[in-house]
């Protein structure tokens, strides 16, 4: 009952020192539905948050890290969060689109929680980077595209984090960088593999050999970055791409997805062949003969999805 209690009382629902009593099987009932108020109210309060924009941001989805005290480091419970974000956003079929943000203020992501990895034994921190390795793969592997939101510092796993999103918007007070050879390891969560094919071999070798920071004009120069905005401005930029990503064909977008991810890993001959594939399943669509329709009478098409 003190358990219930002080949930009550931290879900803002048990204002006075006392609980009123229950005196009747409604008077019961009624604490049950504030006990299960409560307990929604607290599991909305995680590391992480996954929320829908509505009206006509619909389609738009946003994936929050919420951890200030650690400067959203990741740890168990937050990767157990992003794990379940990914499934949900996947067996969504409205999503057309994700934002991947911070709402810690000057960080984005400070890479895995090293506090909590010193109590860890060999065995245990195998398989936690595993298990990153494996979540950022899926975020990587999303049928629909992913927007990384970076305002301020995004180190080691946070920098891998981003990488694994299709696309990267810093504001200019961002830091990057990848410094785990300065701990005696490397990038364990796909870093020395997405970083090469993002801005090249030399470059990131680079990076990774010396571990530096580097800031925002560093990053889109060298194309870490899609685009770098000013300061606080980075949502706004990415909403504004989410947004005409959002406009488009939600079949085609997840096809080209496809036809890109898969293409770049083979051959050209190969990589044409994937692209004829993926170019085959949307020539069958509602979508394709609605966007023709819309052209010739000069309208906004109103795709579905079909």
Do not use: W
């Not at 409604?26 to 604490?31: D, G, K, L, T, Y």
């Not at 060298?222 to 947004?243: F, H």
Request: hydrophobic share 40%; net charge positive; proline share 4%.
């Amino acid at each position: 009952m003190l358990g219930l209690r002080r949930i009550l009382a931290v879900s803002g629902h048990l204002s006075s020192r006392h609980a009123p009593v229950a005196t009747s099987s409604s008077a019961a009932s009624s604490h049950s539905a504030v006990f299960v108020r409560a307990l929604q109210i607290l599991a909305q309060q995680g590391p992480v948050r996954l929320q829908k924009l509505s009206a006509s941001d619909s389609g738009i989805v946003e994936l929050r890290l919420e951890r200030p005290e650690a400067k959203n480091a990741i740890g168990k419970e937050m990767l157990h969060g992003l794990r379940n974000a990914i499934e949900e956003v996947e067996a969504d079929a409205a999503a057309n689109v994700v934002l991947v943000s911070s709402s810690v203020p000057k960080v984005f992501c400070a890479g895995a929680d090293l506090k909590e990895r010193r109590l860890m034994g060999p065995n245990e921190v195998r398989d936690f980077v595993n298990s990153l390795r494996s979540t950022f793969s899926s975020i990587e592997a999303l049928s629909i595209p992913t927007i990384a939101v970076v305002e301020g510092a995004a180190f080691g796993g946070g920098l891998e984090l981003a990488l694994s999103c299709d696309l990267r918007v810093c504001g200019k007070d961002a830091k990057f960088s990848l410094p785990e050879t300065g701990l005696a390891i490397i990038p364990g969560a796909g870093g020395t593999q997405r970083l090469p094919r993002i801005i090249g071999r030399s470059r990131a070798k680079e990076l990774i050999f010396t571990g530096r920071r580097f800031d925002a004009v560093e990053a889109v120069t060298m194309g870490v970055v899609n685009y770098c905005v000013p300061t606080g401005e980075a949502y706004q930029k990415a909403l504004e791409i989410a947004r005409e990503i959002n406009q488009k064909g939600p079949l085609a977008i997840k096809t080209a997805k496809k036809a890109i991810n898969q293409g770049t890993e083979v051959d050209m001959t190969s990589a044409l062949a994937v692209e004829e594939e993926c170019y085959e399943q949307v020539l069958h669509t509602q979508d394709r003969l609605e966007g023709l329709a819309a052209f010739a009478e000069k309208r906004k098409p109103v795709y579905t999805g079909k």
